[in-house]
């Protein structure tokens, strides 16, 4: 099925399990170009470069970075994600997935030009990860973290969130919203990270908007088996605008390093 995409099998162990929502992922917004635009300046990316994307998930910053021409390796350890991954990435036969942790990726030192972890360094052993990564990296490489974060500000968003936070007093985004500035610097492997953001406004019909919350893992973590009274209730949040198609704003934040 999957002619012309290689796969390698490493052993690993998940804290978290994806898979129920790995279809719901294509729903989620692309990245702020004018932030990966930055992010393949700062590491003076040329096409043909070899990097690594971990926690690749179902390919959404993979398909950018082979769109300008790189050549990526693919770390994700859910198979119902990489399966996701795999049927969008088929016209670029030269790329590879692996399915493995980005603590343990099983590739070779010294090799890439980039590794990236997009949404996905909030859900590592980031210490283990950092260090994977400065194995991998070229000396003249670079480490990048980067996530999207819908602007709360933003009517809409403001309404979701006080419903999401009535239902659950205690919820969090975790590391997800953190300055990631510390570990990096804590693990001694790279030099202070360069902050970069950029925003991204994602036009989308109304119901794929509500579709995509079904991906949310941070919110599914936390409500356990309120996830889908939680979900049914901004479905009707969204259906109450009137609207058929919802502008949402995000802010694409994007931490860089240099190997130490």
Not at 49 to 69: K, P, Q, Y
Not at 183 to 209: D, K, N, Q
């Amino acid at each position: 099925l999957f002619t012309g995409i290689f796969i390698t099998w490493v052993f690993w162990t998940v804290d978290w399990d994806y898979t129920r929502l790995a279809a719901h992922y294509e729903h989620r917004p692309p990245y702020a170009l004018a932030t990966i635009e930055q992010m393949i300046a700062a590491a003076s990316l040329q096409q043909g470069d070899e990097v690594c994307d971990i926690g690749a998930g179902t390919g959404h910053l993979t398909v950018e970075l082979l769109s300008l021409g790189l050549q990526v390796t693919a770390i994700e350890p859910n198979s119902a994600m990489r399966g996701v991954g795999m049927r969008r990435t088929l016209n670029y036969p030269e790329m590879s997935w692996v399915a493995a942790a980005g603590e343990v990726t099983g590739l070779p030192e010294d090799r890439f030009r980039l590794v990236s972890f997009g949404s996905s360094f909030n859900v590592v052993r980031q210490l283990d990860a950092l260090k994977e990564a400065s194995r991998i990296l070229r000396s003249d490489g670079r480490f990048a973290c980067l996530w999207n974060h819908r602007d709360l500000d933003d009517p809409l968003q403001a309404e979701i969130e006080a419903f999401i936070r009535s239902m659950l007093p205690a919820y969090t985004y975790g590391v997800r919203r953190e300055d990631p500035t510390g570990v990096i610097m804590t693990s001694g492997l790279f030099a202070e990270p360069v902050y970069y953001e950029a925003t991204v406004r994602h036009l989308l019909p109304a119901m794929v908007f509500s579709e995509g919350w079904r991906s949310h893992a941070t919110l599914q973590r936390q409500a356990g088996e309120r996830f889908g009274e939680l979900v049914s209730g901004i479905d009707d949040l969204i259906k109450q605008t009137g609207q058929d198609d919802i502008t949402v704003p995000y802010t694409t934040r994007l931490w860089m390093a240099s190997c130490g």
